[in-house]
Each structure stands twice: as structure tokens, then as C-alpha cells.
């Protein structure tokens, strides 16, 4: 049975939570702050960009959107959405692990813990793709994905309605390999709907990265670790914060 990956309008739903707004502010206050561009950010890629929560907002703000994804549900929704608001924007259906651009952009991110990677050497080849894409001294922002807490099991569940639709979305992470860091991620999604109930399950077995091993390959490719910062918010730096504490740690690199 097809997850909740090949859902994008029961995954937009249970992904409304977010204020798109405020994150947006944030990464313009990392270009402002650590990039080192020789002119204005204008164009920025969404890595892993599902159906492409923080397109509307980038084009408001006047930078020309591209979306990368391997569903190609996803990259439909995207499509549909773009043209129903008159937007031009790239959407590519391409695995993370190996890609190239038409242009180099001026800022890349991904968002939501979606780094969905193998090993290291897919890591590696990750970064390398990303750094071909993006205009030197701009920045790759990465919320999420390092492995802060150390190889722990962890699960969480919630509901959201829009509408006569409510779904609920369940994951759960459980370590299937501590010597590879492989963990096993599934997601069990339930929808309800006046015309009954559907259940969709996916799981995915993905490699963890450990902060300084993530940082010691970041370094190795073509980017500098400029730092991390919990919740979106600069004033919050990983290291300053307690343990167990953290929220959404935004990994921040620049392109040398
Ligand atoms: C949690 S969603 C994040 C979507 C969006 N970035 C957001 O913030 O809502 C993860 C996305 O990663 C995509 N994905 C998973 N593995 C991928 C891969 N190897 N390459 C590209 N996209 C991938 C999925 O199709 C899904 O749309």
C-alpha cells in the first residue's frame, strides 16, 4: 500500500502545523548574517520539498523557486500548485543522493528532518551535489536529520483536521543496526474522511549522523559548518541549549 508520501494532500494536512512565515524570516537572517555572496540571494532549492510547503512564501518574497523529490506525487502537486498561483518555478523528480541543476541557486535547505540517506558515502555525494548547485558563499540550511540525541528510539503522534478531514500521523524511529547507525523510520497514517477511513504505512531504513561526524563530512566536501540553532531562532545554539531539550535543530553550512 502507497504511504503517506504518495498522499500530498492528507500529508499537507498533517503537516500544517508549521509557521512557514517565521522559518522563512529565519533563513533570510542566515544569508544576511553568514552568507558571503557578492550579490542578493534570488533563486533557492528545496531539497526532499514534498508537496512545496515554502514555495508561495519564497515567491512573495521575490526568489525564484526549484523543488527536488523523488515522488513523483509530489512533484505533480507541486507542479499543479505552482500553476494555480501563477508561479514559475523548476521541479525536478531526483533522488537527493545525486543530482545536478539546470542554474546554480543561492540558497538551498531542507526541511523536516528529510535527509533520507544511506551511508556516509551518500552523504558525501549529497553535499556534492548540493555544493554544485549553489552559488559560492551561499548557504545550505538543514533542519533536522543530525542525530543529536544519540541512536535512541523515539515515536510521536498527532491530528489535524481541515475541513471534514482529519488525519492522524504517527513515527516512530527504532534502531535496526547501531554499528551502520541504521534506523528504521515508519509512518502509519490514518484519514478520515464522510466517506470512511484509510490507513496508509511506509517505512524506511535510513543511516543517522552523529553532529561531528555529520560535521567532519560536511567539512570534507565543499562546506564550512557555520553552526546550529534550535527552533529557528539564532539566539538558540545547540551547544548553549540543554540536553534533551532541543525542538527542530536548523544545521546551518556555507559554501565555500
Ligand atoms: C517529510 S517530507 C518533507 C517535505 C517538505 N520538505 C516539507 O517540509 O513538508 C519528506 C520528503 O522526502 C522525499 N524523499 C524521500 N526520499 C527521498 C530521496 N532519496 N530523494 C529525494 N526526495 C526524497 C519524500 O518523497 C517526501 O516528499
Not at 224 to 246: A, I, M, N, R, Y
Request: hydrophobic letters at 35%; one cysteine or more; charged letters at 30%.
Amino acid at each position: 500500500m502507497a504511504g503517506l508520501y504518495a498522499h500530498p494532500n492528507y500529508y499537507e494536512i498533517a503537516f500544517d502545523f508549521r509557521d512557514v512565515a517565521a522559518e522563512v524570516d529565519f533563513f533570510e537572517t542566515c544569508i544576511d548574517r553568514f552568507g558571503e555572496r557578492s550579490h542578493r540571494a534570488s533563486s533557492v532549492l528545496e531539497i526532499a520539498c514534498g508537496p512545496s510547503p515554502y514555495l508561495l512564501e519564497f515567491d512573495a518574497r521575490g526568489y525564484e523557486y526549484a523543488g527536488l523529490d523523488n515522488s513523483s506525487e509530489m512533484i505533480s502537486h507541486s507542479i499543479e500548485k505552482a500553476r494555480e498561483h501563477d508561479i514559475e518555478a523548476t521541479f525536478l523528480r531526483r533522488d537527493m543522493a545525486d543530482f545536478s541543476l539546470p542554474r546554480r541557486v543561492d540558497f538551498a535547505f531542507c526541511a523536516l528532518s528529510s535527509l533520507y540517506l544511506g551511508s556516509n558515502d551518500a552523504l558525501l555525494s549529497h553535499l556534492d551535489s548540493v555544493a554544485d548547485s549553489l552559488t559560492p558563499g551561499s548557504l545550505y540550511c538543514i533542519d533536522g536529520s543530525i542525530d543529536f540525541c544519540g541512536g535512541t528510539s523515539s515515536e510521536s503522534e498527532w491530528e489535524s483536521t481541515r475541513g471534514d478531514t482529519t488525519v492522524r500521523f504517527g513515527i516512530d524511529r527504532e534502531p535496526v543496526n547501531p554499528a551502520e547507525q541504521l534506523v528504521r523510520q515508519t509512518i502509519t497514517t490514518r484519514v478520515e474522511t464522510p466517506d470512511g477511513t484509510r490507513r496508509f504505512r511506509e517505512a524506511h531504513t535510513i543511516k543517522t549522523f552523529a553532529p561531528q561526524e555529520f560535521r567532519m563530512i560536511a567539512e570534507d566536501s565543499e562546506f564550512e559548518h557555520v553552526g546550529w540553532f534550535d527552533s529557528f531562532d539564532l539566539s538558540k545554539p545547540v551547544e548553549e541549549c540543554e540536553p534533551g531539550t532541543l525542538h527542530r535543530p536548523v544545521t546551518v553550512l556555507r559554501r565555500k
